[in-house]
């Protein structure tokens, strides 16, 4: 019971089933799209300015850390009120679905560098390569889930001003990692963010939010 209340402490009891929803659909749209690639024609989206953008292992550390600012940040967002928290998931929620389905119809890929030298860092991004395939680019999910950590939090006057920047620029600083890991090419981090804004406010202008509350068994 004493864990089950720092739980609570943590995450507020009306925002555990959507999060753990949001979890479960996220990798159920990433994994699932990819079982329809089989006979599947890729489009090579990389741009001449692509080209000109160098491989820098070391964001592979922003790229890899990502994940600890997602996490804190729809913590954060879930915490100020159960309408911030829904309107979160759904536009979570409605943003991977058109990303599902955008990677089932016209699937992209790019060429990744050949990685010859070594390091640590280098490692790092030849250990990422070799986990997640050159697939599910446009729009990229790091972008789009990274996106919603700052427009969470951006009108929110509880949240310190400092860390509402910081979450700018850590999402900034994230979209940057996705192109200079060459995990992705610079039309997948604006379809991302464009993707994102466009479902923060399609959550909130059609109240598509409220549908949390019948989750929720709420009045």
């Not at 490692?123 to 790091?142: E, G, Q, W």
């Amino acid at each position: 019971m004493k864990a089950i209340k720092k739980i609570y402490n943590i995450i507020p009891e009306y925002a555990i089933k959507p999060l753990i929803l949001c979890v479960i659909f996220n990798f159920s749209v990433y994994s699932g799209a990819r079982l329809f690639y089989k006979d599947a024609t890729f489009h090579n989206l990389t741009t001449f300015l692509d080209n000109k953008i160098p491989v820098v292992p070391i964001f592979t550390v922003i790229y890899l850390g990502s994940y600890i600012f997602w996490i804190i940040n729809y913590l954060l967002i879930s915490r100020i009120n159960k309408n911030s928290c829904y309107r979160l998931i759904m536009a979570d929620l409605l943003g991977k679905l058109i990303c599902g389905i955008i990677y089932i119809v016209f699937p992209t890929t790019n060429i990744r560098p050949n990685l010859v030298s070594s390091g640590i860092f280098v490692d790092m991004l030849k250990f990422l390569y070799s986990v997640d395939a050159a697939n599910n680019l446009f729009p990229s999910i790091h972008c789009l889930v990274s996106w919603y950590c700052f427009a969470g939090l951006r009108n929110c006057k509880t949240i310190p001003k400092w860390y509402r920047a910081f979450s700018f620029f850590v999402a900034i600083m994230i979209c940057i990692s996705t192109v200079t890991t060459k995990q992705h090419v610079i039309i997948d981090v604006f379809g991302g963010i464009i993707l994102a804004e466009l479902t923060w406010q399609l959550s909130y202008y059609l109240q598509l939010y409220k549908a949390f509350k019948f989750i929720n068994q709420e009045v």
